[in-house]
C-alpha cells in the first residue's frame, strides 16, 4: 500500500476511535474486522454484533491473530440480548449509515453501556455546506439501494445526543479532499459518554 493512501488514512482515523477503549467492547457492525490489530490492550473483550455471515467468514483470520477474545454476538444493533449496563464501551465505525432505526440502535447503545461508559464513533454523514448537502440528498436514494441502505445525509452528532448519551470529544471534517467526494467523505469522529 502506498504512502498516504486512503486505505492508510481511513485506518489512522479508525486507530484514532479506537484509543481509549477498555474492558468489554460491543463493535456494531463488526464486518470483516478492520478494527481489529487497533483495539487498546486495556480491551478484555469484544462482542461483535455482525448481520453478515459472509462479512464474519471474511474476518475469520483478523479474529484468529487477536489477542484480545472476539465473540459473535447479536445480528442486529438495533435489538441487543445484552443486559443492561453491561459494556464499558461501543463502538462503531461506518455503522450507523446502515442502521434502519439508528434511533433504536443509539437506544440500544445507551442501554447496554453502564454509566460513564462511552460510545466511540467514526463516522459520515451530512456536510456543513448547503452545496454539497444538495448533492447528498440527490445521490442518497441511489447510495441506498446500491449500498445497502447506506444514508448520506445523517446529522451523527445530532442523533448521538438525541439519544441522551453526552458528546465529550468530536472532529468533524472531510476525510478525503478531492472535491468530488465531498458528498460521501463528511466524517464525524468523537466519543460520547452515557451520564452517571
Keep these: 500500500m502506498a504512502a498516504g493512501s486512503e486505505d492508510e488514512k481511513v485506518r489512522a482515523l479508525r486507530a484514532r476511535a479506537c484509543g481509549g477503549l477498555h474492558g468489554e467492547v460491543v463493535e456494531l457492525g463488526f464486518g470483516s474486522g478492520h478494527n481489529v490489530g487497533l483495539y487498546p490492550s486495556a480491551v478484555t473483550r469484544v462482542v461483535a454484533v455482525e448481520p453478515s455471515d459472509l462479512g464474519w467468514e471474511l474476518g475469520a483470520r483478523r479474529r484468529a491473530g487477536s489477542p484480545i477474545p472476539i465473540v459473535r454476538g447479536d ?3 438495533q435489538w441487543l440480548s445484552l443486559p443492561d449496563a453491561s459494556a464499558d464501551a461501543v463502538l462503531s465505525t ?3 449509515c446502515t442502521i434502519p432505526d439508528v434511533h433504536r440502535a443509539l437506544a440500544e447503545v445507551r ?4 454509566p460513564g461508559g462511552a460510545l466511540h464513533f467514526l463516522e459520515h454523514g451530512i456536510a456543513p455546506e448547503e452545496g454539497v448537502q444538495r448533492w447528498q440528498r440527490l445521490l442518497e436514494p441511489v447510495q441506498k439501494r446500491v449500498f445497502d441502505g447506506c444514508h448520506l445525509t445523517r446529522p451523527i ?3 448521538v445526543e438525541e439519544s441522551g448519551l453526552v458528546i465529550e470529544e468530536i472532529d468533524r471534517a472531510y476525510a478525503l479532499t478531492p472535491k468530488l467526494m ?3 467523505v463528511f466524517g464525524y469522529l468523537g466519543r460520547a459518554v452515557r451520564p452517571a
Excluded at 111 to 114: A, F, G, K, P
Design 94 to 96: 461506518f455503522t450507523l
Design 111 to 114: 442501554r447496554v453501556l453502564r
Design 157 to 159: 452528532d445530532r442523533l
Design 75 to 77: 445480528l442486529d444493533g
Design 182 to 184: 465531498r458528498p460521501w
